[in-house]
């Protein structure tokens, strides 16, 4: 079975499990990206699942709002992302079940700068416009009293490494394994600043939730599974790369991704990727406060009813 990803029609990436009207009993799980060492626990989960009788397939996306718009259609059944722009403009009952990650991303600038305050005025170069380093910038000049100076847009963050090491920038947001990377390579000019904590959602787990409800032995298997995994993970990084399967999607990354997966779960863990128990409540209310600041979410986050956009049942069960 082929589960290397490729683009189709620009738009779709397939994968080795296509979605076919055949294949209406299986969860269809739309992934916002291709595999990669950041979807390596994910796919762990999904082999336990599979194990206590989940039947799956996944289709990975070109980005997340493709993603979501298959969950709106119905083309897809549960899906990565945080969408709360979309559950508070749709219709549709859109729920996030299980926090996937949280938004752990570094401000990173050449060494004449210390702290956050320091940026104040100075240009800064992010990922899109609207997405979320662009959110982070945002909420970076509330908490830290700052206006950015002009911004520009690369999307990638390994993008932004390599601009940011020819001189192209002095301020950019990466992520984790893009922030160690920097620092690795030329850690003489570069460094992190000082960042608050962030216990917001960065990827979540979402879905309508008639279709949850109507499907909850799945759904709860499914929920189970992340959380085992998740708990483990924290306990020993080293899981994911001993429970990835050879001959699965992860498997047949390159090797030296594969080489690398135990190093970016130890430091993922470290730096605060993950919370073993999916997020819940306290995600969902730090949700509500980061993405109104972000822009994304409108109205006061204190009013905000968390349960117009997550739905804790499952992962309440898997938490007993």
Same mark, same amino acid.
């Given at each position: 079975?082929?589960?290397?990803?490729?683009?189709?029609? !620009?738009? =779709?990436?397939?994968?080795?499990?296509?979605?076919?009207?055949?294949?209406?009993?299986?969860?269809?799980?739309?992934?916002?990206?291709?595999?990669?060492?950041?979807?390596?626990?994910?796919?762990?989960?999904?082999?336990?699942?599979?194990?206590?009788?989940?039947?799956?397939?996944? $289709?990975?996306?070109?980005?997340?709002?493709?993603?979501? @718009?298959?969950?709106?259609?119905?083309?897809?059944?549960?899906?990565?992302?945080?969408?709360?722009?979309?559950? &508070?403009?749709?219709?549709?009952?859109?729920?996030?079940?299980? &926090?996937?990650?949280?938004?752990?991303?570094?401000?990173?600038?050449?060494?004449?700068?210390?702290?956050?305050?320091?940026?104040?005025?100075?240009?800064?170069?992010?990922?899109?416009?609207?997405? #979320?380093?662009?959110?982070?910038?945002?909420?970076?000049? @509330?908490?830290?009293?700052?206006?950015? !100076?002009?911004?520009?847009?690369?999307?990638?963050?390994?993008?932004? =490494? =390599?601009?940011?090491?020819?001189?192209?920038?002095?301020? $950019?947001?990466?992520?984790?394994?893009?922030?160690?990377?920097?620092?690795? @390579?030329?850690?003489?000019?570069?460094?992190?600043?000082?960042?608050?904590?962030?216990?917001?959602?960065?990827?979540?787990?979402?879905?309508?939730?008639?279709?949850?409800?109507?499907?909850?032995?799945?759904?709860?298997?499914?929920?189970?599974?992340?959380?085992?995994?998740?708990?483990?993970?924290?306990?020993?990084?080293?899981?994911?790369?001993?429970?990835?399967?050879?001959? !699965?999607?992860?498997?047949?990354?390159?090797?030296?991704?594969?080489?690398?997966?135990? #190093?970016?779960?130890?430091?993922?863990?470290?730096?605060?990727?993950?919370?073993?128990?999916?997020?819940?409540?306290?995600?969902?209310?730090?949700?509500?406060?980061?993405?109104? #600041?972000?822009?994304?979410?409108?109205?006061?986050?204190? $009013?905000?009813?968390?349960?117009?956009?997550?739905?804790?049942?499952?992962?309440?069960?898997?938490?007993?």
């Amino acid at each position: 079975m082929n589960y290397f990803v490729k683009k189709l029609a !620009g738009l =779709v990436l397939a994968t080795g499990m296509m979605v076919s009207t055949a294949y209406a009993d299986k969860i269809r799980i739309a992934l916002a990206e291709p595999p990669s060492d950041e979807t390596a626990a994910f796919f762990v989960a999904l082999e336990r699942a599979k194990a206590n009788g989940l039947d799956y397939e996944w $289709t990975a996306f070109a980005d997340e709002e493709l993603a979501i @718009q298959a969950v709106l259609s119905g083309d897809m059944d549960i899906a990565f992302g945080t969408p709360y722009a979309a559950m &508070q403009r749709s219709k549709a009952p859109l729920r996030i079940i299980f &926090q996937l990650s949280r938004l752990v991303f570094f401000p990173v600038t050449t060494k004449e700068f210390t702290k956050l305050e320091d940026l104040n005025g100075q240009p800064i170069m992010l990922h899109s416009r609207g997405g #979320g380093t662009d959110s982070i910038a945002n909420v970076i000049e @509330q908490r830290a009293g700052i206006k950015f !100076g002009d911004r520009s847009y690369v999307p990638g963050s390994n993008n932004r =490494v =390599v601009a940011m090491i020819a001189g192209q920038a002095k301020a $950019t947001i990466l992520d984790l394994s893009n922030k160690n990377k920097i620092v690795a @390579q030329a850690g003489d000019k570069f460094h992190a600043l000082p960042m608050f904590e962030v216990k917001a959602s960065d990827e979540a787990l979402f879905a309508n939730l008639n279709w949850i409800q109507n499907n909850e032995k799945a759904v709860n298997i499914f929920v189970d599974a992340l959380h085992s995994t998740w708990t483990d993970m924290m306990k020993d990084p080293t899981i994911i790369r001993k429970e990835t399967k050879a001959d !699965g999607p992860i498997g047949q990354l390159p090797e030296e991704v594969l080489a690398e997966l135990d #190093g970016f779960y130890k430091d993922a863990v470290e730096g605060g990727l993950y919370d073993p128990n999916g997020g819940g409540r306290e995600a969902a209310k730090a949700d509500m406060e980061w993405y109104t #600041g972000a822009g994304q979410l409108e109205g006061d986050p204190a $009013t905000l009813n968390i349960e117009d956009f997550w739905y804790f049942a499952p992962l309440d069960a898997a938490m007993k």
